[in-house]
Each structure stands twice: as structure tokens, then as C-alpha cells.
């Protein structure tokens, strides 16, 4: 009867093992969730100084899709009325954030950014520029520290 009882509580805590890791897997990064949506820029510092964002900047958008699709808008010019929208595919894992898109950078090549993701609420966002890579030369790390804080749409 002991050894009954012994097989079935090596087996039941075994059984239980295998189902926790089966759920462990399953988890979601919670970043991923709560980077959807669009989000505007709010704030901009280089080095630890405040940058005056322009009308312009003011306007700039990220639209973040469950499909790891980033849709983005920017608007130049005078009057902001040039606007340039782009997409973008997008990786976050351990608290780096990345995009790039084949054809966006220079003479037609691939641009590809990456950020430490500093934080993330359902409605702020704040990234470090970290590595930007654009196909002229010797690009890679950046020298200054350049974080932005994105505010979310709602």
C-alpha cells in the first residue's frame, strides 16, 4: 500500500512539473500588449538636455499592430505638410526594442534601430536610442545618449 501511495505522489508531482512549464511557455511579454496602439511624441533629450520639439515632431506618430507591423508618420516642411509615412517590422525582447525596414535607409538599403526600452505603461513610453545602422559606413552604437517619451492616443 506504501509504495502505491508513493508511485502516485511521484507521479502526481511529476504531472504537476510538466504542466507549470507548459504554462510558463505560454506567457506573454506584457511589453508586447502594451505597445499597441498609436503614439505620439512627447518629450525629447539628448545628453540629459530637453529638446524643443517642433510642430512638426509634435505631430510624428507610431502605430504599433499585434502582426509586429509599426506604422510610422512624419511631417516636414514649413506648414508640417510634407508628410512621409513608412512601415516597419518590430522585435521587443528583454527590454530592447528594434525596427527596421528593408528598403528605408540609405541609396535604398536597410534601416534598422535599436532602443533600450527605458519604460512602459498603457500610456507613456519612453525609448534610448542605443544602435542605428542606415548603410553608410560606420554606423552602429550612438555616442549620445538621446531618449524620447511617446505618449499613447486614446
Known sequence: MKIRLVTL???????????????????I????????????????????????LTECEKKETYDFK???QLSTISYTGDLCDTVTSSNWVYDITNNRFSYSNQTAGHNGSELTRRYNLVSLTDDNMQLELISEVDGIGEE???????VTTWVKNK
Do not use: P, R
Not at 505522489?9 to 506567457?27: A, H, Y
Not at 511579454?29 to 524643443?52: F, M, Q, R
Not at 552602429?140 to 538621446?146: L, Q, T
Open 29 to 52: 511579454d506584457t511589453s508586447t500588449t502594451k505597445i499597441l496602439g498609436k503614439w505620439n511624441l512627447d518629450k525629447k533629450s539628448i545628453n540629459g538636455a530637453e529638446i524643443v
Open 9 to 27: 505522489i511521484l507521479f502526481l508531482s511529476s504531472s504537476s512539473l510538466f504542466v507549470s512549464c507548459d504554462k510558463e511557455d505560454e506567457n
Open 66 to 68: 499585434s502582426s509586429f
Open 140 to 146: 552602429g552604437d550612438v555616442k549620445d545618449k538621446i
